[in-house]
């Protein structure tokens, strides 16, 4: 195996084949950034597809096989396939998803006659054309490649240079205009430049697959990142990294066509992205509900504990309920309040005597910090917009410690205008002021350390 | 009947079973997965060759709906977990060819199946190929199949006709008032994947999408009756067929991509020149409105 | 029996909870307004009721059972631009789609269903353009054939969300008097309101909502400057002004 690689890595052709398929994964996985972000990556399919005919006639034209012609080629019917895409969803009631596989597939399908059209000319059996339908990086030459990563390198430095103007562009659109960028220009420059990253690879990927180098790199690098910059980087080096590895492998399994074992190299790579990236990463997320689906069972029983106390101080009733009295009162699975009743007692919270259950003097007080938590939230959903400016985004934890006196002041009143406050104060359920003082000051550094932990 | 009937039947054959899919695809905004499931098939076609080791038909309906509906699925599934919609087609799709097509090359001795008549089909070779009952001749068995397909998709559609629309129309509404919308969802997307099987031999898999896309396309902009649409886009499926194997004939070129093209030739007509939402009849319009 | 019985519900689309345990119901063959703020909440009432939207907790029952039981009595108009104004049907054919939950599967609507589709046209004011195609209706005819499509489901139980956005004023009264037609005939209709000014005109009862419920009866009752206070926080500009306008109800 390990000799197989060097022995791969010491032809001077695979060489030659390995350093253009890098540079074409780096190229498109920066140009699908941007296609991914203005979700039109299926344009990209579209273009691919639509170069077969603008190759086919420049070989009819041309005579002979030329890389330069074909790109030019298929370059210029890709973007003629874009442009039909745009007038087709602006002067008519198709839309876009309609317009893009209508475009894609009469384009491929002319291109397929042209293809039968040189099949029966003299010199179109060594045209080689079938390979740019499936890609084969084996038959790529020396000046092949020189001529693929000029254009991908001349791609990379015009897209670092007006980094800044096409990513404005790219996230508003009328924004950009609004401070005079000419956002045609950078439109029909941004089409210009995901074409060119296209047809560079339809030699060495194929056609029909070429959409997953601007797709499948970009979405990847989407789970590891949320800026564009660092997007565009991360998706230039999973495009290299999957031609890189799509190059070897297929030259050492020699049946295998390099086009699809590139594409499946990406695909892994992005399952990988998908399951374990951190934060995004299915692992992470599902991690992530666990712990929080944990914490608030627990809330909530307290919370329950705490709103069935309450009502029964006002009638003067007992502190004491049934399982069943907290199971109407919220909904829960019973095995769900079963192990956190056991849980929160075994924290000395609560304890039950005979069938019924009752918050302890500490229980008390958590449950108190809990749902005077929960309610000011409420209060706070309420009036969002009066509170918008506590930046609070959905998925951060709700903690009232961290906001501001004055606006904690203001929540609490209008939470009293709405008879939410709650009524139960802690040392209802026990007394020893000083202890409790500690006790609950404790308490709060501990949440505080639970809900950072998430 | 002659040779050159016999293929005019074929591709009238899927140009009605693709056009009238096809009407219901753009309307759901789902032209894409279409797109994608007619390259997927692929895959299933070959799985179900490694697996049953014969090419009979049944076999390949049986694979390609399976790979079809797990497109789908697993679109819908990475959809869910957060990627936007193009970009899982784009996953989706290409990965699974791919695999096809390494799988096709990895055991290129043992399977009979040629990648490129996979996409550009040979239609050609489909009179030849006969169904042969008890020593009797019953015609190339492409038609057989093609039909046995198209009247499948017939009764579904008219069993489930007023269940489809609504639910592609209001799916809110069709939820409200109980209607599996999902269900209805993977019951179009078996019938993509079975329709595109049974033309993958003459069409091919990638111009099966011009036939499930143009033909709809084109009937969208001529008339606003669903009825009507599903009509005319069976209509013009069949001339797309039969104008292009005559042109095919003509200019001896490959019969599938010149089926694409004509179909392509009457949408750009279409487009100019439909009486209500023609680019000419909108501009007439607005002239008259200007010099009255 | 309650046609509307909400208990405990609680829905939320993230983390953030849209909806925190609302409970409430409705008396029978009232007029209901449910009123709030922009984001309040409730289309995501309506829908959670219909079971368009997963419920975090709490039940719904609609006479008594769940909503899945008892479809046919319930009828839906849904907040404008939902739906795809460039599908190939006529205004005939969507009203016709409000009698699809009753003919059932594999059924085509017969000539009755038309009939009844034709009548909730005419009762709009729509029957004149039963044949047009959707999006060449301006968007009160459209809002009109969506009340339309709700009549000829024949509920018992009907929810509407905005029906009076984008009409204009005559066309308003009409379709109020519509649902007090609907309302002499013994059927409950909740109906999701923006204009304050007019609530205590049409409405019998009032829903306040923003997040929880804020306050429910009859309108005399509740539409109180307090309860808008608390629904509305500080968005009302009168409420800032010490004059309280003329359509709230004075203690
Ligand atoms: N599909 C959704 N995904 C995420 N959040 C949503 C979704 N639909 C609604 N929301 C959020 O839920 C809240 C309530 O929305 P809802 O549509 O119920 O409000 P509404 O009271 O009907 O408002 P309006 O008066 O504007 O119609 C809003 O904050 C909204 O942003
Ligand atoms: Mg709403």
């Known amino acids: 195996m390990f000799n197989d690689l060097i022995l791969t890595l010491q032809d001077a052709n695979t060489q030659w084949v390995l350093f253009g398929t890098i540079l074409l994964g780096v190229a498109s996985g920066v140009l699908g950034s941007f296609a991914l972000l203005r ?91 079938d390979d740019f339908i499936f890609g084969q990086a084996a038959s790529l030459v020396g000046n092949d490649v020189r001529v693929i990563s000029g254009v991908a390198v001349v791609l990379l430095i015009v897209t670092w240079l007006l980094f800044k103007e096409l990513k404005l562009f790219t996230f508003d659109r009328q924004f950009a205009q609004g ?141 004491l309920f049934s399982k069943e009295e907290l199971l109407t009162r919220r909904k829960m699975a019973v095995r769900k309040l079963d192990s956190n009743l056991k849980r929160l007692e075994k924290e000395g919270y609560v304890q039950r005597k005979e069938d019924l259950w009752y918050l302890t003097e500490s229980g008390g007080y958590e449950a108190h910090e809990i749902v005077l938590n929960n309610r000011l939230f409420e209060i706070y959903t309420m009036y969002e917009m009066k509170f918008a400016s506590l930046q609070f985004a959905t998925n951060d934890v709700w903690d009232y410690k961290h906001i501001g006196s004055s606006t904690l002041h203001e929540l609490e009143q209008l939470m009293a205008v709405h008879e939410r406050t709650p009524k139960l104060e802690p040392k209802y359920f026990g007394e020893g002021e000083t202890l409790r003082k500690k006790k609950s000051s404790q308490r709060a550094e501990k949440r505080k350390k639970e809900v950072k932990s998430l | ?99 096809g097509v390494i799988l096709l090359s990895a055991f290129a001795g043992k399977v009979h199946l040629d990648v490129n008549h996979a996409l550009m089909g040979e239609i050609t070779f489909i009179p030849w190929n006969t169904l042969t009952i008890g020593g009797m001749d019953l015609g190339p068995s492409a038609v057989w199949m093609l039909g046995t397909v198209l009247i499948i998709n017939l009764i579904l559609i008219f069993l489930f006709y007023k269940e489809i629309k609504i639910s592609s129309f209001d799916p809110a509404m069709a939820t409200a008032i109980g209607i599996p919308v999902m269900f209805i969802h993977y019951l179009l997307m078996s019938m993509v994947s079975i329709t595109t099987v049974a033309s993958f031999d003459s069409v091919g898999a990638i111009l099966v999408v011009a036939m499930l896309i143009v033909p709809g396309a084109t009937a969208y902009l001529l008339t606003d009756k669903l009825l009507a649409m599903l009509i005319i886009s069976a209509v013009i499926g069949v001339i797309s067929a039969i104008g292009g194997y005559y042109a095919a004939l003509v200019w001896n070129i490959s019969i599938s991509g010149s089926m694409a093209s004509i179909a392509g030739l009457i949408f750009a007509a279409t487009f100019i020149l439909s009486p209500r939402y023609g680019l000419l009849s909108k501009l007439l319009a607005r002239k008259s409105l200007i010099t009255e | 029996m309650n046609p509307i019985q909400v208990s405990n519900l609680t829905v939320a689309y993230d983390r953030k909870p849209v909806l925190q345990e609302v409970t409430f119901q409705m008396p029978e063959g009232k007029l209901i307004g449910v009123v709030g703020p922009n984001g309040a909440g409730k289309s995501t009432l309506i829908k959670a009721i219909l079971g368009l939207v997963p419920k975090a907790s709490g039940s719904v029952e609609i006479y008594g059972k769940s909503y899945r039981t008892q479809r046919k009595l319930v009828g839906y108009v849904p907040q404008r631009g939902s739906v795809d104004w460039d599908f190939p049907t006529n205004a005939l054919d969507v009203v016709l789609m409000g009698r699809y939950g009753h003919v059932g599967w594999f059924r085509r609507p017969g000539k009755k269903d038309t009939a009844i589709a034709m009548q909730a046209l005419d009762k709009v004011g729509m029957k004149e353009y039963a044949d047009r195609q959707i999006s060449q209706l301006s968007g009160g005819q459209q809002q009109r054939v969506f009340l339309a499509r709700a009549l000829a489901q024949d509920a018992t139980v009907y929810f509407m969300d905005e029906p009076f956005v984008g009409v204009d004023a005559a066309t308003e009264k009409a379709i109020i008097s519509l649902l007090n037609e609907l309302k002499a005939q013994g059927k409950t209709v909740l109906v999701v309101h923006h204009d304050l000014q007019t609530v205590k005109e049409y409405f019998d009862w009032t829903l306040l909502l923003n997040k929880q419920k804020i306050a429910l009866g009859p309108t005399e009752e509740v539409f109180t400057v307090e309860n808008l206070q608390k629904t509305y926080g500080g968005r009302l500009a009168f409420l800032d002004s010490q004059v309280s306008p003329s359509y709230v109800v004075q203690p």
Not at chain 1, 179 to 187: D, S
Not at chain 1, 260 to 275: D, G, K, N, Q, Y
Not at chain 1, 285 to 314: C, F, N, W
Not at chain 2, 88 to 93: C, E, K
Request: net charge positive.
């Open chain 1, 39 to 129: 979700k039109q990556s299926l344009i990209g399919d579209a273009m691919a597809h639509a170069a077969l005919p603008g190759i086919c006639l420049a070989f009819l034209l041309y005579g002979t096989k030329s890389i330069g012609w074909f790109l030019v080629g298929a370059a210029l019917s890709g973007l003629l396939a874009t442009y039909f895409i745009q007038v087709i969803i602006n002067h008519s009631r198709i839309k876009e998803d309609t317009a893009i596989g209508l475009v894609l597939s009469v384009f491929f399908g002319f291109g397929i006659v042209l293809l039968t059209k040189i099949a029966q000319s003299e010199n179109g059996n060594q045209s080689g054309l």
């Open chain 1, 179 to 319: 401070i005079g960028l000419p956002t045609g220009l950078l439109n029909g420059l941004l089409m210009a430049l995901i074409v060119s990253a296209v047809v560079i690879g339809l030699q060495a990927v194929g056609v029909i697959l070429m959409a997953a180098m601007l797709i499948t790199p970009a979405i990847s690098a989407r789970y590891w990142t949320d800026r564009l910059d660092r997007m565009v980087i991360v998706a230039g080096t999973i495009g290299a990294l999957s031609g890189m590895l799509g190059t070897l492998l297929s030259s050492m399994a020699n049946r295998l066509p390099t086009g699809p074992v590139i594409v499946l190299s990406a695909t892994v790579i992005f399952l990988i992205s998908l399951i374990f990236a951190p934060n995004r990463g299915l692992v992470s997320k599902g991690l992530k509900l666990y712990r929080i689906r944990k914490i608030v069972a627990r809330e909530t029983v307290l919370q329950t504990m705490y709103d069935l106390s309450e009502e029964a101080s006002i009638t003067n009733k007992k502190l």
């Open chain 2, 1 to 99: 009947m002659s040779y050159g009937t016999w293929i005019m039947l074929t591709g009238s054959l899927v140009g009605v079973s693709c056009g009238i899919i096809g009407c219901f695809l753009i309307l759901r905004k789902m032209a894409m997965l279409a797109d994608a499931i007619s390259h997927t098939v692929l895959l299933g076609i070959v799985l179900a060759y490694l697996v049953s080791h014969s090419l009979e038909g049944i076999y390949m309906l049986v694979g390609a709906g399976i790979i079809g509906l797990l497109t789908a699925f697993l679109v819908q599934v990475l959809h869910s977990s957060g990627v936007q919609s193009d970009a899982a087609i784009g996953v989706v799709f290409t990965s699974l060819f791919a695999f």
